[in-house]
Protein backbone atom coordinates (compact mmCIF):
# COMPACT_ATOMS: atom_id res chain seq x y z
CA UNK A 1 0.00 0.00 0.00
CA UNK A 2 1.29 3.75 -0.69
CA UNK A 3 2.33 5.54 1.90
CA UNK A 4 -0.67 8.02 3.51
CA UNK A 5 0.28 11.39 2.99
CA UNK A 6 1.48 13.48 5.75
CA UNK A 7 -1.07 16.81 7.35
CA UNK A 8 -0.54 19.90 4.88
CA UNK A 9 0.22 17.59 1.92
CA UNK A 10 -3.05 17.54 0.64
CA UNK A 11 -5.02 14.75 -1.18
CA UNK A 12 -6.03 13.76 -4.76
CA UNK A 13 -8.86 12.01 -5.32
CA UNK A 14 -10.88 10.42 -8.09
CA UNK A 15 -14.48 12.21 -9.14
CA UNK A 16 -16.65 9.37 -11.08
CA UNK A 17 -18.63 11.68 -11.90
CA UNK A 18 -16.73 14.64 -13.45
CA UNK A 19 -14.04 11.88 -14.58
CA UNK A 20 -11.07 13.89 -13.51
CA UNK A 21 -8.71 13.57 -10.59
CA UNK A 22 -9.34 16.18 -7.70
CA UNK A 23 -6.31 17.79 -5.99
CA UNK A 24 -7.46 19.30 -2.71
CA UNK A 25 -5.82 21.24 0.19
CA UNK A 26 -6.82 22.54 3.64
CA UNK A 27 -5.25 26.07 3.85
CA UNK A 28 -7.35 27.25 6.72
CA UNK A 29 -10.52 27.56 8.75
CA UNK A 30 -13.63 29.53 8.79
CA UNK A 31 -14.35 31.33 12.20
CA UNK A 32 -17.12 28.70 12.86
CA UNK A 33 -14.51 26.03 12.33
CA UNK A 34 -15.45 25.10 9.15
CA UNK A 35 -12.58 24.15 6.83
CA UNK A 36 -11.56 26.12 4.13
CA UNK A 37 -10.15 24.07 1.14
CA UNK A 38 -8.35 24.78 -2.16
CA UNK A 39 -9.17 22.50 -4.86
CA UNK A 40 -7.61 21.83 -8.44
CA UNK A 41 -7.99 18.80 -11.14
CA UNK A 42 -6.88 17.78 -14.23
CA UNK A 43 -8.00 14.76 -16.53
CA UNK A 44 -4.71 11.99 -15.41
CA UNK A 45 -3.39 11.82 -11.61
CA UNK A 46 0.16 13.47 -13.09
CA UNK A 47 -2.18 16.50 -13.94
CA UNK A 48 -3.79 16.63 -10.99
CA UNK A 49 -0.38 16.38 -8.77
CA UNK A 50 0.87 19.39 -10.23
CA UNK A 51 -2.35 20.87 -9.92
CA UNK A 52 -1.73 20.16 -5.95
CA UNK A 53 2.13 20.93 -6.07
CA UNK A 54 0.96 24.33 -7.36
CA UNK A 55 -2.08 24.87 -4.56
CA UNK A 56 0.85 23.72 -1.84
CA UNK A 57 3.74 25.95 -3.23
CA UNK A 58 1.03 29.05 -3.04
CA UNK A 59 -0.40 28.21 0.17
CA UNK A 60 3.62 28.45 1.49
CA UNK A 61 3.90 31.55 -0.08
CA UNK A 62 0.91 33.06 1.45
CA UNK A 63 -0.54 33.91 -2.26
CA UNK A 64 -3.65 31.02 -1.50
CA UNK A 65 -5.68 32.61 0.28
CA UNK A 66 -9.35 32.15 -0.55
CA UNK A 67 -12.45 34.73 0.06
CA UNK A 68 -14.26 31.74 2.60
CA UNK A 69 -15.95 29.61 -0.14
CA UNK A 70 -12.85 27.87 -0.80
CA UNK A 71 -12.53 30.31 -3.90
CA UNK A 72 -9.43 32.22 -4.23
CA UNK A 73 -10.07 35.97 -3.74
CA UNK A 74 -10.53 38.26 -6.09
CA UNK A 75 -10.28 42.40 -6.43
CA UNK A 76 -13.99 42.28 -5.72
CA UNK A 77 -13.72 40.37 -2.88
CA UNK A 78 -10.96 42.72 -1.27
CA UNK A 79 -13.01 46.17 -2.14
CA UNK A 80 -16.29 44.81 -0.97
CA UNK A 81 -14.71 43.64 2.49
CA UNK A 82 -13.01 47.04 2.42
CA UNK A 83 -16.41 49.14 2.34
CA UNK A 84 -18.00 47.00 4.61
CA UNK A 85 -15.14 46.59 7.07
CA UNK A 86 -12.47 49.47 6.09
CA UNK A 87 -15.05 52.58 6.17
CA UNK A 88 -16.57 52.18 10.11
CA UNK A 89 -16.97 55.62 11.68
CA UNK A 90 -16.86 57.13 8.45
CA UNK A 91 -19.72 59.30 7.28
CA UNK A 92 -22.48 58.14 5.39
CA UNK A 93 -22.01 59.88 2.36
CA UNK A 94 -18.12 59.11 2.02
CA UNK A 95 -19.17 55.68 2.47
CA UNK A 96 -21.74 55.96 -0.26
CA UNK A 97 -19.86 58.13 -2.56
CA UNK A 98 -17.16 55.19 -2.24
CA UNK A 99 -19.68 52.49 -3.08
CA UNK A 100 -20.80 53.97 -6.13
CA UNK A 101 -16.99 54.77 -7.20
CA UNK A 102 -16.63 50.87 -6.48
CA UNK A 103 -19.59 49.32 -8.11
CA UNK A 104 -19.08 51.77 -11.01
CA UNK A 105 -15.21 51.84 -12.14
CA UNK A 106 -13.45 49.09 -10.03
CA UNK A 107 -15.66 45.71 -9.51
CA UNK A 108 -16.81 46.13 -13.91
CA UNK A 109 -13.30 46.29 -14.77
CA UNK A 110 -10.83 44.47 -12.03
CA UNK A 111 -13.38 42.58 -9.48
CA UNK A 112 -13.31 39.23 -11.61
CA UNK A 113 -9.39 39.23 -11.79
CA UNK A 114 -7.82 36.97 -8.85
CA UNK A 115 -5.73 39.21 -6.48
CA UNK A 116 -2.76 37.38 -6.64
CA UNK A 117 -2.78 37.43 -10.28
CA UNK A 118 -3.46 40.92 -10.51
CA UNK A 119 -0.32 42.94 -11.73
CA UNK A 120 1.01 46.41 -11.98
CA UNK A 121 0.52 46.86 -15.41
CA UNK A 122 -2.94 45.73 -15.42
CA UNK A 123 -3.12 49.02 -12.81
CA UNK A 124 -1.84 51.01 -15.32
CA UNK A 125 -3.96 49.97 -17.99
CA UNK A 126 -7.28 50.39 -15.53
CA UNK A 127 -5.60 53.33 -14.63
CA UNK A 128 -5.14 55.06 -18.14
CA UNK A 129 -8.76 54.00 -19.83
CA UNK A 130 -10.49 55.66 -16.74
CA UNK A 131 -8.09 59.17 -17.19
CA UNK A 132 -9.75 59.24 -20.48
CA UNK A 133 -13.47 59.93 -19.15
CA UNK A 134 -13.21 60.81 -15.15
CA UNK A 135 -11.33 64.01 -14.09
CA UNK A 136 -7.75 63.71 -11.77
CA UNK A 137 -9.52 64.01 -8.51
CA UNK A 138 -12.34 61.37 -9.12
CA UNK A 139 -9.01 59.10 -10.73
CA UNK A 140 -6.84 59.38 -7.59
CA UNK A 141 -9.89 58.59 -5.75
CA UNK A 142 -10.60 55.28 -7.83
CA UNK A 143 -6.54 54.79 -7.04
CA UNK A 144 -6.70 55.09 -3.63
CA UNK A 145 -9.87 52.58 -2.52
CA UNK A 146 -7.99 50.29 -4.49
CA UNK A 147 -4.93 50.52 -2.84
CA UNK A 148 -6.79 50.43 0.77
CA UNK A 149 -8.83 47.97 -0.48
CA UNK A 150 -5.68 45.52 -1.23
CA UNK A 151 -3.56 46.89 1.91
CA UNK A 152 -6.08 45.44 4.15
CA UNK A 153 -6.39 42.11 1.87
CA UNK A 154 -2.83 42.11 1.74
CA UNK A 155 -2.76 42.50 6.25
CA UNK A 156 -5.15 39.33 6.23
CA UNK A 157 -2.68 37.05 4.09
CA UNK A 158 -4.46 36.97 1.16
CA UNK A 159 -2.31 38.63 -0.95
CA UNK A 160 1.55 39.32 -0.67
CA UNK A 161 2.38 42.24 -2.60
CA UNK A 162 0.12 45.56 -3.10
CA UNK A 163 0.93 46.49 -6.78
CA UNK A 164 -1.32 49.69 -6.62
CA UNK A 165 1.84 51.02 -4.53
CA UNK A 166 3.85 50.84 -7.84
CA UNK A 167 1.54 52.41 -9.95
CA UNK A 168 1.71 56.87 -11.12
CA UNK A 169 -1.63 57.97 -11.26
CA UNK A 170 -2.35 59.82 -13.94
CA UNK A 171 -3.38 63.04 -15.45
CA UNK A 172 -7.20 62.66 -15.97
CA UNK A 173 -9.74 65.09 -17.86
CA UNK A 174 -10.14 68.97 -16.00
CA UNK A 175 -12.61 69.15 -13.44
CA UNK A 176 -15.16 71.69 -12.88
CA UNK A 177 -13.13 74.57 -11.56
CA UNK A 178 -14.55 76.61 -8.81
CA UNK A 179 -14.85 80.21 -9.32
CA UNK A 180 -15.85 83.41 -7.57
CA UNK A 181 -18.36 86.28 -7.54
CA UNK A 182 -17.38 89.57 -8.54
CA UNK A 183 -17.92 92.62 -6.08
CA UNK A 184 -20.90 93.83 -8.50
CA UNK A 185 -21.97 90.23 -8.75
CA UNK A 186 -21.96 89.32 -4.85
CA UNK A 187 -24.34 92.40 -4.57
CA UNK A 188 -26.52 91.55 -6.84
CA UNK A 189 -26.99 88.39 -5.31
CA UNK A 190 -27.22 89.97 -1.95
CA UNK A 191 -30.44 92.26 -3.40
CA UNK A 192 -31.97 89.04 -4.77
CA UNK A 193 -31.73 87.18 -2.19
CA UNK A 194 -32.78 89.82 0.14
CA UNK A 195 -36.60 88.72 1.65
CA UNK A 196 -36.01 85.17 0.71
CA UNK A 197 -35.61 81.91 3.19
CA UNK A 198 -32.09 81.78 2.04
CA UNK A 199 -31.10 85.45 2.68
CA UNK A 200 -29.19 84.82 6.19
CA UNK A 201 -27.25 81.99 5.14
CA UNK A 202 -25.75 83.10 1.93
CA UNK A 203 -25.04 86.44 3.91
CA UNK A 204 -23.85 84.70 6.16
CA UNK A 205 -21.43 81.91 3.82
CA UNK A 206 -20.49 84.92 1.80
CA UNK A 207 -19.28 87.51 4.65
CA UNK A 208 -17.79 84.78 6.68
CA UNK A 209 -16.37 82.13 4.21
CA UNK A 210 -17.83 79.37 6.58
CA UNK A 211 -18.02 76.10 4.84
CA UNK A 212 -21.77 75.10 3.67
CA UNK A 213 -21.22 71.78 6.29
CA UNK A 214 -20.02 74.28 9.05
CA UNK A 215 -23.47 76.32 8.32
CA UNK A 216 -26.15 73.53 8.12
CA UNK A 217 -24.59 72.60 11.74
CA UNK A 218 -24.58 75.88 13.27
CA UNK A 219 -26.74 76.11 16.53
CA UNK A 220 -28.04 79.57 17.75
CA UNK A 221 -25.81 78.61 21.41
CA UNK A 222 -22.93 79.37 19.37
CA UNK A 223 -24.34 82.98 18.10
CA UNK A 224 -23.35 85.90 19.65
CA UNK A 225 -25.14 88.79 18.53
CA UNK A 226 -24.87 91.10 21.74
CA UNK A 227 -21.19 91.06 22.16
CA UNK A 228 -18.52 93.49 21.07
CA UNK A 229 -17.64 91.95 19.10
CA UNK A 230 -20.96 90.13 17.56
CA UNK A 231 -19.50 86.65 16.30
CA UNK A 232 -20.08 82.92 15.07
CA UNK A 233 -18.45 79.77 17.08
CA UNK A 234 -17.72 77.25 13.80
CA UNK A 235 -17.05 74.28 15.98
CA UNK A 236 -19.62 71.88 14.50
CA UNK A 237 -19.92 70.35 11.26
CA UNK A 238 -22.23 68.07 9.70
CA UNK A 239 -19.20 65.12 9.39
CA UNK A 240 -19.37 61.90 11.38
CA UNK A 241 -19.27 63.07 15.16
CA UNK A 242 -19.76 66.38 14.47
CA UNK A 243 -16.12 67.32 14.42
CA UNK A 244 -15.10 70.11 11.54
CA UNK A 245 -12.83 69.29 8.45
CA UNK A 246 -9.49 69.81 10.52
CA UNK A 247 -7.84 71.14 13.53
CA UNK A 248 -7.78 74.71 12.35
CA UNK A 249 -11.30 74.67 11.40
CA UNK A 250 -12.29 74.81 14.74
CA UNK A 251 -12.36 78.33 14.69
CA UNK A 252 -14.65 82.20 16.08
CA UNK A 253 -15.49 84.36 13.70
CA UNK A 254 -16.46 88.04 14.10
CA UNK A 255 -19.13 88.91 12.33
CA UNK A 256 -20.15 91.95 9.93
CA UNK A 257 -22.86 94.43 10.59
CA UNK A 258 -24.82 93.20 7.76
CA UNK A 259 -24.80 89.75 9.00
CA UNK A 260 -25.55 90.34 12.87
CA UNK A 261 -28.53 92.39 10.43
CA UNK A 262 -29.33 88.95 8.76
CA UNK A 263 -29.26 86.69 11.94
CA UNK A 264 -31.75 88.86 13.75
CA UNK A 265 -34.39 89.17 11.55
CA UNK A 266 -33.79 85.30 10.38
CA UNK A 267 -34.16 84.78 14.13
CA UNK A 268 -37.43 86.54 13.91
CA UNK A 269 -38.55 85.10 11.18
CA UNK A 270 -38.19 81.62 12.75
CA UNK A 271 -39.49 82.50 15.75
CA UNK A 272 -42.90 82.94 13.97
CA UNK A 273 -42.42 79.85 11.99
CA UNK A 274 -41.94 77.69 15.35
CA UNK A 275 -44.84 79.20 16.59
CA UNK A 276 -46.82 78.26 13.67
CA UNK A 277 -45.80 74.51 13.36
CA UNK A 278 -45.81 74.50 17.46
CA UNK A 279 -47.71 70.70 17.15
CA UNK A 280 -44.85 69.37 14.51
CA UNK A 281 -41.79 71.59 15.01
CA UNK A 282 -38.44 69.66 16.26
CA UNK A 283 -36.49 72.10 18.31
CA UNK A 284 -32.49 71.13 17.45
CA UNK A 285 -31.72 74.76 18.35
CA UNK A 286 -30.42 75.06 14.79
CA UNK A 287 -29.67 78.39 13.00
CA UNK A 288 -30.57 77.24 9.16
CA UNK A 289 -33.16 74.33 8.80
CA UNK A 290 -36.21 72.85 7.06
CA UNK A 291 -39.98 74.52 8.22
CA UNK A 292 -39.85 72.06 10.46
CA UNK A 293 -36.67 72.28 12.24
CA UNK A 294 -35.13 69.85 11.04
CA UNK A 295 -31.15 69.54 9.56
CA UNK A 296 -30.61 71.01 6.01
CA UNK A 297 -28.64 68.31 3.83
CA UNK A 298 -27.00 69.04 0.55
CA UNK A 299 -29.51 69.07 -1.51
CA UNK A 300 -32.14 71.51 0.07
CA UNK A 301 -29.09 74.34 0.41
CA UNK A 302 -28.51 73.85 -3.54
CA UNK A 303 -31.85 73.87 -4.77
CA UNK A 304 -32.97 76.90 -2.54
CA UNK A 305 -29.67 78.91 -3.71
CA UNK A 306 -30.62 77.73 -7.26
CA UNK A 307 -34.10 80.08 -7.10
CA UNK A 308 -32.20 82.91 -5.95
CA UNK A 309 -29.34 82.85 -8.56
CA UNK A 310 -31.61 83.92 -11.50
CA UNK A 311 -33.07 86.82 -9.74
CA UNK A 312 -29.64 88.21 -9.59
CA UNK A 313 -28.72 87.56 -13.04
CA UNK A 314 -26.51 84.53 -12.71
CA UNK A 315 -26.31 81.35 -14.25
CA UNK A 316 -28.29 78.60 -11.69
CA UNK A 317 -26.24 75.91 -13.77
CA UNK A 318 -23.21 77.46 -13.26
CA UNK A 319 -22.96 78.11 -9.34
CA UNK A 320 -23.15 76.14 -6.22
CA UNK A 321 -23.02 77.11 -2.53
CA UNK A 322 -19.24 76.23 -1.94
CA UNK A 323 -18.36 78.93 -4.14
CA UNK A 324 -19.69 81.23 -1.64
CA UNK A 325 -16.22 80.47 0.46
CA UNK A 326 -14.73 81.07 -2.62
CA UNK A 327 -16.08 84.44 -3.10
CA UNK A 328 -15.31 85.52 0.45
CA UNK A 329 -11.98 84.40 -0.54
CA UNK A 330 -11.45 85.92 -3.47
CA UNK A 331 -12.92 89.75 -2.62
CA UNK A 332 -10.40 90.03 0.57
CA UNK A 333 -7.38 88.90 -1.83
CA UNK A 334 -8.72 91.63 -4.15
CA UNK A 335 -8.59 94.38 -1.45
CA UNK A 336 -5.02 93.10 -0.42
CA UNK A 337 -5.76 91.21 2.34
CA UNK A 338 -2.24 88.97 3.36
CA UNK A 339 -2.97 84.72 2.42
CA UNK A 340 -1.95 84.56 5.95
CA UNK A 341 -4.65 86.35 7.39
CA UNK A 342 -7.25 84.88 4.60
CA UNK A 343 -5.71 81.04 5.36
CA UNK A 344 -6.77 81.94 8.61
CA UNK A 345 -10.17 83.28 8.36
CA UNK A 346 -11.42 80.01 6.77
CA UNK A 347 -9.82 77.38 8.78
CA UNK A 348 -6.79 76.61 6.12
CA UNK A 349 -3.99 74.42 8.45
CA UNK A 350 -1.26 76.81 5.87
CA UNK A 351 -1.52 79.18 3.30
CA UNK A 352 -0.20 75.91 1.05
CA UNK A 353 -4.04 74.94 1.11
CA UNK A 354 -4.94 78.71 0.48
CA UNK A 355 -3.39 78.59 -2.43
CA UNK A 356 -3.85 75.57 -3.75
CA UNK A 357 -7.59 74.77 -3.59
CA UNK A 358 -8.08 78.69 -4.02
CA UNK A 359 -5.76 79.57 -6.38
CA UNK A 360 -7.60 81.33 -9.08
CA UNK A 361 -8.76 83.44 -6.21
CA UNK A 362 -5.64 84.77 -4.41
CA UNK A 363 -4.23 88.01 -6.17
CA UNK A 364 -1.34 86.88 -8.10
CA UNK A 365 1.06 90.12 -7.49
CA UNK A 366 2.41 90.43 -3.88
CA UNK A 367 2.24 94.33 -3.56
CA UNK A 368 4.25 96.28 -0.95
CA UNK A 369 7.69 96.14 -2.30
CA UNK A 370 7.30 97.85 -5.38
CA UNK A 371 5.63 100.80 -3.48
CA UNK A 372 8.71 101.31 -1.02
CA UNK A 373 10.90 100.85 -3.53
CA UNK A 374 9.82 103.64 -5.77
CA UNK A 375 9.99 105.74 -2.83
CA UNK A 376 13.51 104.95 -2.34
CA UNK A 377 14.65 105.20 -5.84
CA UNK A 378 12.40 108.04 -7.24
CA UNK A 379 12.01 108.31 -11.13
CA UNK A 380 14.44 109.85 -12.76
CA UNK A 381 17.93 109.22 -14.89
CA UNK A 382 20.90 108.70 -12.51
CA UNK A 383 22.90 112.48 -12.26
CA UNK A 384 26.05 113.25 -14.44
Not at 14 to 25: E, F, N, Q
Not at 63 to 85: C, E, H, I, P, Y
Not at 214 to 236: K, N
Request: aromatic content about 4%; proline content about 4%; hydrophobic content about 40%.
Amino acid sequence: MPARRSRGDGGLSWDDKRKRWIASLTIGYTPDGKRIVKRGSGRTKTEAQRKLREIIREDEDGTAATNGKGKASTVADAVRDWLKFGLAGRDTATVTKCTILADTHIIPALGARKLRELSADDVDRWLADRAKILSSATVAMLHSILRRAITRAQAREKVKRNVALLCEIPEGQEGRSSKSLTFDQAEALLAAASNTAMFAYIVVSLLTGARTEELRALTWAHVSLDTVPPFIAVWRSVRAKGDTKTRKSRRTLELAVRCVDALRLHHELQDKIRSDMSSTWQDNDLVFCTNLGTPLDAANVRRSFRKVLKPAGLNPADWTPRELRHSFVSLLSDDGVPTEKIAQLVGHASTVTTERVYRHQIRPVVQGGAEVMDRLFPDGAPSA
